[in-house]
């Protein structure tokens, strides 16, 4: 009997204070029957144990782009989630700077309209504050149509984490 094929998640995490509670998403993605890969901007590889999450999801931890002769470690995705997201990487996406892996593939994801963007911002109060006063910069990507977002902030990473629990389901 063959085994239900998982759908392909890949989870982009920024350096803000819940990725280092990267172990514990991959987790519940797992039990919600993702296929997890995950991508880390450079900084934040920094705050997670790389080697514990490449062991637990099965696919290497990629933070840098892969040499042109290399074939690709990773899946295709079958969609993406961006958490925590953070003002630095939000900003480099909407502009379309694509100098880390992280950033490079929502880029591209954007452009192409697949896979399905689900980004969850973690955002110190002062830059809520910036983009509430001008408005310049978010209306890039909160209007794209493959990209979604969610208003948590980092005043909570517990009930940011689970409140987007719920989330992940309806981007299947």
Same mark, same amino acid.
């Given at each position: ?11 982009? +995490?920024? !350096?803000? $204070?819940? &990725?280092?509670?990267?172990?514990? %998403? ?6 919600? @029957?993702?296929? #997890?890969? +995950?991508? !880390?901007? $450079?900084? &934040?590889?920094?705050?997670?144990? %790389? ?6 999801? @099965?696919?290497? #931890? ?111």
């Amino acid at each position: 009997m063959n085994e239900p094929v998982s759908s392909v998640l890949y989870l982009s +995490v920024c !350096a803000a $204070p819940p &990725a280092q509670h990267t172990t514990e %998403v991959l987790s519940h993605l797992q039990a919600a @029957g993702w296929d #997890v890969c +995950v991508i !880390a901007t $450079p900084q &934040a590889s920094l705050w997670m144990d %790389v080697q514990a999450l490449a062991k637990r999801s @099965g696919h290497v #931890v990629r933070t840098n782009y892969k040499l042109p002769w290399e074939a690709d470690p990773l899946p295709r995705a079958d969609a993406m989630l961006v958490m925590p997201a953070t003002f630095n990487t939000i900003n480099k996406w909407a502009q379309g700077i694509g100098d880390t892996l992280a950033t490079g593939l929502l880029c591209e994801a954007l452009g192409r309209g697949t896979p399905p963007i689900v980004a969850v911002p973690c955002l110190k109060m002062d830059l809520v504050r910036a983009i509430q006063s001008s408005r310049r910069i978010w209306p890039c990507c909160a209007n794209a149509a493959s990209a979604s977002f969610t208003n948590q902030n980092a005043t909570s990473h517990r009930s940011w984490f689970s409140s987007t629990r719920s989330l992940m389901p309806s981007v299947r």
